[in-house]
């Protein structure tokens, strides 16, 4: 009998912290990684750093000890799983001008984002009639799941959403409401950003789901919830439950984007592509 391989420690984070020189952290973190054979993808920017990595347990230690040693990110805790085989075939660390593309300047998360909220609060915060809740993710997230009564902005990719929440507010305006928002995402990097885009328009009252979807199905019983369907992922598990537990993705056979699953679970083409001609 062969013997069982380890398994592969999977770790995703972000923290949005001052890099005074990503350039150089970038070269040191990317020599650093490749030493020990971890796989994945680390952003860095001048705000922060944002990345999905994987590779022996101890690797991962290691390389997460290397960045609580640079200034401002000693709290850093990654969300970590266990694949039975790397998800990644590289090694990739960048330097970009945002950690997650907003496209506006000016935008300060680390200092303004909106109020976190634990999963354990979150019910009674979205519940309230005051409350306007809204999922800054794509609309092929959007499609698998969402937590009940939230707005769905209907934005093919997160630089879309700024326009879209302008339009919004000025409704908002036009109907003498200034109302209190909540917003939540898969893991709490775009609500950083969201949120604090909200506030710079103006809007006080702004909160956001701490640790995002994946925190609350790990936290919050099935039976209290407020969430339905699954949550898409961007790794190997395509999609989960409650519980964390793996839900297989059904991706579109032409655009590769996750289906919403039919009754009958026979859709193979998203909505979008069904429209659409081929070629």
């Known amino acids: 009998m062969s013997p ?11 923290a949005f912290v001052p890099v005074a020189d990503p350039h150089a952290l970038a070269g040191d973190v990317r020599a650093f990684g490749a030493a020990r054979g971890l796989v994945g993808s680390i952003i860095l920017a001048r705000e922060g750093a944002n990345g999905t990595i994987a590779g022996a347990p101890e ?44 496209g506006v300047a000016g935008i300060d998360a680390a200092a303004d984002a909106g109020t976190h909220v634990a999963p354990a609060e979150w019910n009674a915060l979205i519940a309230d009639p005051d409350t306007i809740l809204i999922d800054a993710r794509n609309a092929y997230e959007v499609a698998l799941g969402r937590f009940a009564g939230a707005v769905d902005p209907g934005t093919a990719s997160f630089g879309d959403f700024p326009a879209w929440f302008d339009a919004q507010a000025e409704q908002w305006r036009r109907e003498g409401r200034t109302p209190r928002i909540a917003m939540y ?36 019983e099935a039976r209290d919830s407020l969430w339905r369907g699954d949550c898409f992922l961007f790794d190997e598990r395509g999609s989960i439950t ?26 193979r083409v998203c909505p979008r592509c069904v429209g659409e001609p081929r070629g």
């Open 4 to 14: 069982v391989p380890p398994p592969v420690r999977v770790a995703a984070f972000y």
């Open 59 to 102: 690797a991962v230690d290691a390389l997460f000890e290397r960045l609580r040693a640079e200034p401002g990110f000693a709290a850093l805790a990654p969300r970590l799983h266990d694949a039975p085989a790397p998800p990644f075939a590289r090694w990739k660390v960048k330097v970009k001008p945002e950690i997650v593309t907003m």
């Open 185 to 220: 995402c898969t893991g709490g990097i775009r609500c950083e950003k969201s949120t604090a885009f909200a506030r710079s328009r103006g809007f006080e009252q702004v909160y956001h789901l701490k640790g995002g979807i994946l925190a609350y199905l790990a936290e919050v």
């Open 242 to 267: 409650h519980g964390e537990q793996t839900v297989a993705a059904t991706l579109c056979a032409r655009c590769g984007q996750p289906i919403a699953p039919a009754s009958d679970g026979s859709a």
